[in-house]
């Protein structure tokens, strides 16, 4: 990334009112006891951490990196706070933004995943385009926005219990909403660890399997009962002619077996006529 200028590199103290929040902030959610923390420890000992701003208008700054510290500064009554000022467009002011969020703070899976989708979409960015930007493997980066399948109230709820990506990914194995629900009520409530989550989803998969295995089963015997019905039917019809037809049926677990015994002597009868 291109500085403006030497002078620029040096970190200068803004006042917070010219200080803007940025357009490519990922994270949307703060402790608020955390913040209270940071602001006590800023009134104590200052901004220790310079943020990162650009340029925006003629007096005014965009901020890039560092909102956690602006907001903590701001709850500690400080009027300025240290920034280092950069030259960046807009891609970069994203790119930048994002990095510094999973480098410095502990995004939720979720905001990450929504900051790298969002990356992608307004730039117009392939997968492997965005993992090369963030310095990471393309396969991680999927599956990060694979987690974005999940609906937004079981986004919210896995949030709100605590726990972590892997837990996230477990559950969307479960293909089924009804089942997934299922899964996430009883993990939050047993205070499931991963391990645990991902032995407790694999047992629903494999009822569901089951279940569907017997769905077939049932589906099968169906449509072999009507052509068992077909076959009685093409019997009574021989039987109407005159031809002296019958059948033998036999069945047992593993399967139906069905005789059908014309005599040759009214079959030849018939074909000599």
Same mark, same amino acid.
């Given at each position: 990334?291109? /500085?403006?200028? $030497? ?10 009112? *010219? ?14 006891? =955390?913040?209270?923390?940071? !602001?006590?420890?800023?009134?104590? &000992?200052?901004?220790? *951490? ?14 890039? !990196? ?25 891609? *970069?002011?994203?790119? #930048?933004?994002?990095?510094? &969020? ?14 790298? =989708?969002? /990356? ?16 990471? $493997?393309?396969?991680? @980066?999927? &599956? ?6 999940? !609906? ?39 205070? /499931?660890?991963?391990?645990?989550? =991902? ?7 494999? $009822? ?5 295995? $017997? ?10 009962? @009507?052509?068992? &019905? ?24 593993? #399967? @139906?077996?069905?005789?059908?015994? @014309?005599?040759?002597?009214? !079959? ?6």
């Amino acid at each position: 990334m291109r /500085l403006r200028s $030497k002078e620029e590199n040096r970190v200068r103290q803004i006042p917070l009112v *010219q200080i803007c929040p940025g357009k490519a902030q990922p994270r949307k959610n703060f402790s608020n006891e =955390e913040l209270l923390e940071l !602001a006590r420890s800023i009134q104590e &000992n200052g901004v220790l *951490q310079p943020l990162t701003v650009r340029k925006a208008g003629l007096a005014g700054f965009e901020l890039i !990196a560092g909102e956690r510290r602006l907001r903590a500064a701001a709850l500690a009554g400080s009027e300025k706070v240290p920034c280092l000022v950069i030259d960046c467009d807009d891609q *970069q002011a994203a790119i #930048y933004s994002l990095l510094e &969020n999973l480098q410095r703070v502990d995004l939720d899976p979720f905001e990450e995943a929504e900051g790298i =989708e969002k /990356l992608i979409q307004e730039w117009h960015i392939t997968q492997e385009e965005a993992a090369k930007r963030l310095g990471k $493997k393309q396969s991680t @980066i999927a &599956n990060k926005l694979r987690l974005l399948r999940l !609906a937004p109230e079981e986004r919210e709820a896995i949030q709100r219990a605590g726990l972590t990506e892997r837990h996230a990914r477990a559950v969307l194995k479960l293909k089924d909403g009804g089942l997934r629900s299922i899964a996430l009520r009883h993990m939050i409530e047993r205070g /499931l660890n991963v391990k645990q989550t =991902e032995d407790f989803v694999e047992r629903l998969l494999e $009822k569901n399997r089951e279940q569907e295995r $017997k769905s077939h089963r049932r589906i099968i015997i169906k449509d072999v009962r @009507i052509f068992m &019905n077909t076959i009685n039917k093409a019997v009574d019809t021989m039987r109407l002619s005159g031809i002296d037809a019958f059948t033998d049926q036999k069945e047992t677990e593993e #399967y @139906i077996e069905c005789v059908v015994r @014309i005599p040759k002597a009214a !079959a030849l009868d018939r074909h000599s006529a």
